[in-house]
Every structure is written in structure tokens, then in C-alpha cells.
């Protein structure tokens, strides 16, 4: 199927230090969209970047996107505890149905 | 403003019951959609609606139906419980209409199914 595949699935960092997520995807997309989920919880939108964008940035987060290797990456600057959550990639093929990957689970130690 | 919405939070079911969960989108949203999310897993898409009408049908089967009402609300049953159908369920609204791309979703906090 065509699924984001974050990679690596679990990081544990210290509070301050930099958190950095990968996705990659098969096919071509329209746009690929990062979402948090907090313990089972429902999904919260985070950032939605576009095929022909190449780097987004929303407050202490930054998603860059290369359509040439099929890939993004997800870095959350000065990580606080309150970043601890799962983070999923999902991209869309043009029709607003999205294909998650698995996950990434991210600790923030105090 | 409220967000999506969904009752019940839990549901115990037995094997072989039929289920049906409910969602309410947010106000002036059109489009509602299914996902399932099994544990330690991404949500799986399941149905999309957009203006009452079924825009998108994941890979599940006929076992999963749903519905969207004149207000936009929307249910998804499911017949014939199986174990496999134990997951996270959520869903999701969205003011663009399905052909509209780049617009996100907003999740509901979803419905913790368990069959036993």
C-alpha cells in the first residue's frame, strides 16, 4: 500500500535538544501533512506542506520535503515535555484521504 | 468553537454484535471520514463523505458501512464483530470538499472499540 514510513519509530531526547522524524512515500503526492497524537488520543494537525514546497516552518517546528527521494523530515527545535507524543506522516494523493505511516513514539525527558 | 465530536468514548462489544459509533463535525464542516487505528499502528482510511454522499471507500469490508445526515453528522456500524475489528476509531472533518486537496483534517478524540 501507499504509506508514509517514518523512520526511526522511537526517540527518547532531553528536554532542550532537537528531535529530527523521517517519512518517506512511493508515489507521487499532492501535499504531505505531520500530526500528533497524544496516548491514543485523536490526531492534531501540526503542518501541511505542499509537492511544490521544499521547507515549512511553524513556530519550533520545520518540515522539509525533497520529492526526488520521496521523503520529509520533521524537526521539533528545544523539545519540551509537553512535545511528548507519537508523530505521523501522511501524505495525500489528491482526494483529502490520507495514508498514515506507523509512527514515531518521541520522549522528552525533563 | 466545538471540534469533532464522537460518542461513545468506550464500547465493550462481543463477537458476532453489530456496532455503531457516532461523529459530529465541526460546524461548517462538509466532509467527514473513517479512519481505523489499531494499537501501535497509523489510522487506516475507511469511508469519506462529503455532501451525504460516499466519496471514498477504504480496503475493508462489507461489514463496514456508515452514513452522513442532512446536518453533516455522520455513523459507522459495523456487523458481525470479529476480534480483528478491536481498535481506535476515529474521525475526521474537513472544509474542503474531497476533490480540494491540501486542506488538513481535524480528528475527533475517537471511540476505543474492544471486542471479546
Known amino acids: 500500500s501507499q504509506q508514509g514510513e517514518e523512520d526511526p519509530q522511537a526517540l527518547s531526547i532531553q528536554e532542550g535538544e532537537n528531535a529530527t522524524m523521517n517519512c518517506s512515500y512511493k508515489t507521487s503526492i499532492n501535499n504531505l501533512q505531520w500530526y500528533r497524537q497524544n496516548s491514543g488520543r485523536g490526531l492534531v494537525h501540526l503542518i501541511l506542506?505542499?509537492?511544490?514546497?521544499r521547507e515549512k516552518h511553524s513556530g519550533r517546528l520545520r518540515v522539509t520535503l525533497d520529492t526526488s527521494k520521496k521523503s520529509s523530515s520533521l524537526l521539533i527545535t528545544a523539545s519540551r515535555a509537553a512535545d511528548t507524543a507519537s508523530y505521523f506522516c501522511?501524505?495525500?494523493?489528491?482526494?483529502?484521504?490520507?495514508?498514515f505511516g506507523k509512527g514515531n513514539q518521541v520522549v522528552v525527558i525533563p | 468553537d466545538a471540534g469533532v465530536t464522537q460518542s461513545p468514548t468506550h464500547l465493550i462489544k462481543t463477537r458476532g454484535q453489530q456496532v455503531t459509533l457516532r461523529c459530529s463535525p465541526i460546524?461548517?464542516?462538509?466532509?467527514v471520514s473513517w479512519y481505523q487505528q489499531v494499537l501501535g499502528q497509523g489510522p487506516q482510511f475507511i469511508f469519506q463523505y462529503y455532501e451525504k454522499e460516499e466519496r471514498g471507500r477504504g480496503n475493508f469490508p462489507d461489514r463496514f458501512s456508515a452514513r452522513q445526515f442532512p446536518n453533516y453528522s455522520s455513523e459507522l456500524n459495523v456487523n458481525a464483530l470479529l476480534l480483528g475489528d478491536s481498535a481506535l476509531y476515529l474521525c475526521?472533518?474537513?472544509?474542503?470538499?474531497?476533490?480540494?486537496?491540501?486542506?488538513?483534517?481535524?480528528f475527533g478524540n475517537g471511540t476505543r472499540l474492544t471486542v471479546t
Open positions: 460546524s461548517g464542516h462538509k466532509s
Open positions: 506542506i505542499r509537492s511544490n514546497e
Open positions: 475526521a472533518s474537513s472544509l474542503a470538499r474531497p476533490s480540494s486537496y491540501n486542506s488538513p483534517l481535524h
Open positions: 501522511a501524505t495525500d494523493y489528491g482526494n483529502n484521504r490520507l495514508a
